[in-house]
């Protein structure tokens, strides 16, 4: 009570919806000054369901979930996708200019857009990661270099953010979970758990997203085989495993 913004960041929709509805929730309580911006990653539906109690109450509410993992956090320089009203989103956007960078932050559209854009991200996140893998597996098991076809690729058609930033084969890139034994970083659980929100929000609108859905059943089977505590890029050792 009393607080002009409130910030949270919780596991998932259920623990979200208990924060913030019900006679106990955090709605009943705040003033119609506050701004509250949630920055969990969780069902778009459970997002628009409290930004439209909240709008009822006359309160600005956001989902912010943020992408950028670790090193993006300790730096400032997160990305913001946001959802809610035009107005609570000015208000927003100076707070979180305080840990994320301008260039990176987006109003993409009303309650519920923030959830959407971050599963549409991280659904692509794993495409390209297993793509990456698997064209480095089949490169060097032709005898190619993976830092020299990393380099061809760069440079190529093929480039993508695993590349450029978060290579998966051990040690072509310096300070990254696969040179330091896929220490996360973003962990295996945490990317199951955003293909079933990204697997979720597809069935809802009645896209067929297979490659989405194929991702996931990866992923989850790399889970199964107890790399849920390892970066989500270990998904390199789960590829190579299926040759043969």
């Known amino acids: 009570e009393g607080a002009d913004v409130i910030i949270s960041m919780l596991p998932a929709g259920k623990h ?17 000054d506050t701004l509250i911006l949630d920055a969990s990653t969780i069902d778009a539906a459970t997002a628009r369901q409290v930004g439209e109690a909240a709008a009822e109450l006359g309160i600005d509410f956001m989902d912010t979930p943020v992408s950028g993992g670790v090193a993006a956090a300790a730096a400032g320089t997160l990305a913001f996708m ?64 993976p830092a020299v076809l990393s380099e061809i690729m760069k440079a190529s058609s093929g480039n993508n953010w695993s590349l450029q930033v978060y290579n998966p084969w051990p040690d072509v890139m310096a300070g990254v979970p696969s040179s330091n ?26 896209l067929n997203n297979q490659m989405g859905k194929q991702a996931m059943a990866a992923y989850s089977d790399h889970q199964g085989e107890g790399n849920g505590p390892r970066d989500f890029s270990s998904i390199l050792e789960w590829v190579k495993a299926q040759t043969g």
């Not at 979200?16 to 119609?32: H, M, P, Y």
């Not at 946001?82 to 309650?111: N, Q, V, W, Y």
């Not at 996360?184 to 809802?204: I, N, Q, R, T, Y």
Request: some cysteine.
């Open 16 to 32: 979200v919806a208990g924060t913030f509805l019900g006679e106990d929730g955090l709605l009943a309580k705040v003033s119609t």
């Open 181 to 206: 034994n896929y220490q996360p970083g973003f962990m295996v659980d945490l990317m199951v758990k955003d293909l079933g929100l990204a697997c979720e929000v597809a069935e809802s609108c009645g």
């Open 82 to 145: 946001c959802g809610g009203s035009a107005a609570a989103f000015d208000r927003a956007t100076p707070i979180l200019e305080g840990m994320g960078s301008a260039e990176k932050i987006f109003h993409a559209g009303p309650a519920g857009a923030g959830q959407v854009a971050k599963a549409a991200n991280n659904m692509l996140l794993a495409v390209h990661m297993i793509g990456t893998s698997e064209a480095l597996a089949m490169g060097e098991a032709h005898g190619l270099d």
